[in-house]
């Protein structure tokens, strides 16, 4: 990498990583139209897999970051992975809703260790471009996502359960471009700490303490009502079409891939434009911008649905990437924790959704639940509130 430059080959490493880990994550809810039937489980407890599930991926990301932070780890990456694969081993042996749940939460503590050290890496290549650096991070996550539902389709659905123990190639893949990013990682621990005459992205945000946490505050509601939302597809979108239109269990699937695929090519937006434009525009955009097309899906036929839910997807994923930099650049020397706490409490809302919307489609039937949650992008309204920051890259000695 030249020296404040943006580091193309570790961020396309770490994105190929995140596409690698989100595609085994993915395979969770990508298998429960199958183990629902299997297993003879209601929604309820489909809700409180992904609730082991998400809780387990979440609680621990704050305090990863909080340690790497003043204690980086360089090969956790390669160990979080390892959790990952043997929680995939559990997974494709589980005979019982509780060896579930074990399993669940091994991949879910791989995703734990993960997600706030590759979001640091993220942030030490980028050479001052974070938000782009974010979204090609991210951009391989969400790709790896939709990956999920069609490898279900394709290869679980007809050859069963124990077919999941073919990805454990890809997670052996995985770890040894982890320690080749690893090693990189070691090598570059000055990025976390610029000196003079370095490359760095600097924060203008002067702002007191108070209007920081309530910004911080506002940021979380509105992580709220996207991974609510995306819940609610990600983990009911399936039986949602199955119900409502009567489609098979592997259109389901490829319905639902389309979806996730569309929210990869969405992805990659938010980082770039809030670079050049701010990143409070893209966040208004992103989350209040989708509401009309989350309003009017519960309304419509099989087709309209497609296509609405493939306009949301691309529409909300820009969001992320726009929150979690402009989170960083609020409390500057604290990329770590930052990223672990936000990455944490989107995949623990995501995970209580899941098992609260779980109990709802239960007692109302799962159209009952795509009423409620499209009113959630008008909590977007909020984004009025968040003070207008930039973020400069800064030099000398050039």
């Known amino acids: 990498m030249n020296k404040g430059g943006t580091a193309f080959s570790v961020l396309l490493a770490l994105s190929f990583t995140h596409l690698s880990n989100d595609t085994l994550q993915s395979l969770i809810p990508a298998i429960y139209p199958i183990i629902k039937d299997t297993l003879s489980l209601d929604f309820t ?4 897999i992904t609730l082991t599930f998400q809780l387990s991926s979440s609680l621990l990301q704050p305090l990863v970051g909080y340690y790497t932070d003043r204690k980086p780890q360089p ?13 995939l081993f559990c997974l494709a042996f589980s005979n019982s809703f509780y060896t579930t ?3 669940v939460s091994l991949t879910g ?24 650096a974010q979204s090609i991070f991210q951009v391989g996550g969400n790709f790896g996502s939709s990956l999920g539902p069609l490898l279900a389709a394709l290869i679980i659905v007809p050859l ?27 090598n570059h621990l000055y990025l976390l700490k610029p000196k003079a005459g370095k490359s760095s992205t600097t924060s203008q945000v002067n702002l007191s303490k108070r209007k920081v946490r309530f910004s911080l ?47 990869a090519a969405g992805t990659f937006i938010g980082g770039p434009l809030g670079d050049r434009i701010g990143r409070k525009y893209v966040i208004w955009l992103s989350i209040l911008g989708v509401a009309p097309f989350t309003l009017l899906m519960p309304h419509v036929g099989l087709t309209a649905t497609i296509f609405l839910s493939i306009v949301i997807g691309i529409i909300l994923s820009s969001a992320f990437s726009a929150i ?27 995970g209580i959704s899941s098992a ?39 030099s000398s000695g050039k």
Request: proline letters at 3%.
């Open 45 to 48: 407890q489909i809700g409180l």
């Open 75 to 87: 090969y956790s990456l390669p160990v979080g992975m390892t959790f990952s694969l043997i929680g």
């Open 101 to 103: 749940l074990m399993a």
């Open 109 to 132: 503590i791989g995703s734990s260790i993960f997600h706030p050290e590759a979001s640091k890496v993220a942030f030490m290549a980028s050479g001052g471009r974070t938000g782009t």
């Open 160 to 186: 069963g359960q124990k077919s999941i123990l073919l990805f454990s190639l890809v997670a052996l893949l995985c770890i040894m471009v982890m320690l080749k990013v690893s090693k990189w990682y070691k």
């Open 217 to 263: 505050l506002i940021l979380l509601l509105l992580i709220f009502s996207k991974y609510v939302y995306t819940s609610s597809i990600t983990t009911y979108y399936t039986f949602y079409l199955m119900n409502k239109f009567q489609v098979s269990v592997q259109d389901a699937q490829m319905y639902l891939f389309l979806f996730l695929f569309a929210v």
């Open 324 to 350: 979690l930099v402009y989170a960083q650049e609020l409390m500057p020397g604290k990329v770590g924790m930052i990223a672990g706490f936000f990455f944490g409490f989107a995949f623990g809302v995501a």
């Open 356 to 394: 609260v919307l779980g109990k709802v489609a239960d007692a109302n039937g799962i159209n009952y639940v795509y009423q409620i949650c499209s009113f959630l992008p008008l909590i977007g309204l909020i984004t009025v509130f968040l003070p207008n920051i930039k973020s400069a890259r800064v």
